[in-house]
């Protein structure tokens, strides 16, 4: 997790970004949320360390809502993102008040308060450090697609102990999941063969690149949208 890919390319950070809207409490945890409210299948994206206020994050959660989901992104980070310039709580310091297992275990309300409106399938993206809570999601029986997009702390155990289909969308030039590592979750994942799977390597692009690229950089664009189809992809076979 410490990787400084992990916190390379911070967005400016827009709590009035977005499509939806913020409510103060979606399963008691403040969120975006952004799509038809009496859709039947929901998606929970979950940020990246910088958070739910990150514009292309929210500019994903409305695009997959325009794909016929209600779409929730909590504040898991309980308005603390990481910031980089703060040299006195560098990620090793951050990681520490906002570990994943605390995200999966906030994650269950906000799955509950869906089922509660008649939500019948639930599918879960996350972003680096979002992915580590996805994948436990997906260890416990709480949704029914999972999609992990550059994954920070995720291990091959892990992958042995997931319950639902997953997706990864991997970048080629990766500190934090290489290509190796991916191919390992891969492997494992393949010799399941009751859970489906979908793994992708994206040439060119770094950890980060689905959801912290420039808008003037026409290959980045091109790549984290390519992303995005493949899980809104993912989503359709497995949620609808």
């Known amino acids: 997790m410490a990787s400084p890919q992990c916190c390379a390319n911070p967005p400016t950070l827009n709590p009035a970004g977005g499509e939806g809207k913020v409510v103060d409490s979606f399963g008691g945890i403040k969120a975006y949320v952004s799509g038809a409210a009496e859709s039947k299948a929901a998606v929970v994206l979950v940020s990246d360390v910088f958070g739910f206020e990150a514009p292309n994050l ?12 209600f779409v929730v992104v ?5 308005g603390d993102p990481f910031v980089r310039e703060n040299t006195e ?8 008040d906002h570990g994943a297992d605390k995200g999966f275990e906030e994650a269950k309300p906000v799955i509950a308060a ?16 979002g992915a580590k809570v996805v994948v436990e999601l997906a260890k416990a029986h709480e949704i029914h697609a999972a999609v992990m997009c550059h994954p920070s ?24 999941s290489p290509p190796e590592v991916v191919k390992q979750f891969e492997q494992v994942l393949s010799s399941k063969s009751e859970i489906g799977h979908f793994v992708k390597i994206f040439p060119g692009v770094e950890h980060g690149w689905t959801v912290r690229y420039k808008d ?18 993912w989503f359709n076979k497995n949620l609808k």
């Open 89 to 96: 709580r560098p990620i090793e310091v951050w990681i520490k």
């Open 74 to 78: 909590p504040d898991f980070l309980h």
């Open 216 to 233: 003037d950089d026409a290959a980045a664009v091109k790549s984290a949208e390519e992303a995005l189809a493949d899980m809104i992809d």
């Open 114 to 129: 869906l089922k509660e409106k008649g939500v019948s399938s639930v599918g879960a993206a996350g972003y680096c450090w």
């Open 153 to 176: 702390l995720v291990t091959v155990d892990d992958m042995k102990e997931v319950k639902c289909p997953i997706a990864i969308l991997g970048a080629e030039i990766d500190h934090v």
């Open 58 to 69: 929210r500019k994903i959660a409305d695009k997959v809502a325009s794909s016929g989901y």
